[in-house]
């Protein structure tokens, strides 16, 4: 095979996820799994994945890449595309889109707000997102179409709920409940608040690979369309706008230093996944269990600083 700077790039990137996941597995620093969703204390805080999808739809993997973790915040990014597809910018009179400097789920800044949330990536703002996209159905009809979006965007039928895990939240969100009838007293949600916290709780417990959610995360890699079928899924106007609201806000109170020492978009969940977006090259998915501070995963998060410093895919330079 002719030597050229595609394969040359391709081979950097094979061997850059290779070495990348044999370190973190055996790093002793992993963070501390969530507790607060009993379901997710049970997860094994050793595993690790990472994959890498190219432009040219070549899959650099690593780890337990095929195994399914439970997607949680991550969630928000596709239900705010959809959201965006039905309402358009009539959005934004319900959520902010600047960066909360809080806890994901901090009431006090709710209350400060008059119930508008801050940006769609807290839970006040995905609840909310939420909330449009039920629209007055039954919380089957909106949570089989936020799956279906998934199943389509990742070309795999297999994905599905996890019911244990959407069991345990709805068992114990009781600081979800709060937010979610907080809004409800200004209107700001329009669904009877135990549907709208159903379908909510259900699509956090969606179950992925790192695999499922690399593929799942290209249009935003590449101008709103998936590449290898030139599917369009979003405008390139609209895949910008959700990439800029990932950088800003998709790490909570962690973002700015995700920026800082990652330079992509990216989305976390407390199940330990993060989505990132390398515009025109790649899309990534990183899972290891153990969280910071913030509710991000510690070790995903080290693993993505290493991968963009390698590959120079820091939006910020290299
Ligand atoms: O509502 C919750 O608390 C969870 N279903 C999702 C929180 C989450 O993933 C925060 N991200 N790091």
């Not at 070549?58 to 973790?69: L, N």
């Not at 590449?222 to 895949?239: D, I, Q």
Request: charged share 20%.
């Amino acid at each position: 095979m002719p030597v050229t700077a595609a394969s040359l790039e391709r081979a950097a990137l094979d061997s850059a996820v290779r070495e990348i996941a044999a370190e973190m597995a055996d790093r002793p620093d992993r963070g501390t799994v969530a507790s607060y969703i009993p379901e997710l204390a049970e997860v094994d805080p050793g595993r690790f994945a990472l994959v890498v999808i190219d432009a040219d739809g070549h899959v650099a993997a690593g780890g337990d890449s095929e195994a399914p973790f439970s997607i949680q915040s991550i969630s928000k990014v596709f239900t705010l595309t959809l959201a965006l597809g039905m309402a358009g910018d009539r959005l934004w009179a319900k959520v902010g889109r600047e960066p909360s400097g809080s806890p994901f789920n901090s009431i006090v800044q709710l209350e400060n707000e008059k119930g508008i949330p801050r940006n769609p990536f807290i839970n006040a703002g995905a609840i909310a997102v939420t909330d449009l996209i039920l629209a007055r159905r039954q919380p089957r009809e909106a949570l089989g179409e936020i799956l279906r979006f998934l199943q389509f965007l990742s070309d795999d039928t297999s994905i599905v709920i996890d019911a244990a895990v959407a069991a345990s939240e709805q068992r114990t969100g009781f600081r979800n409940a709060a937010l979610a009838n907080y809004m409800r007293s200004f209107g700001v949600l329009e669904n009877p608040v135990d549907f709208t916290l159903g379908v909510y709780f259900h699509h956090c417990a969606i179950a992925m690979s790192c695999r499922q959610l690399a593929q799942a995360g290209r249009f935003l890699a590449h101008l709103g369309a998936n590449p290898a079928t030139g599917m369009r899924v979003v405008s390139p106007e609209r895949a910008r706008r959700i990439n800029a609201i990932m950088l800003t806000c998709g790490h909570y109170d962690g973002s700015g230093e995700f920026a800082y020492r990652v330079g992509l978009p990216g989305k976390s969940g407390v199940g330990g996944g993060i989505l990132a977006v390398a515009p025109g090259k790649a899309s990534v998915a990183v899972w290891s269990p153990g969280l910071d501070a913030a509710g991000n995963s510690h070790l995903g998060r080290i693993a993505l600083e290493k991968l963009t410093r390698r590959m120079g895919w820091s939006i910020f330079g290299t």
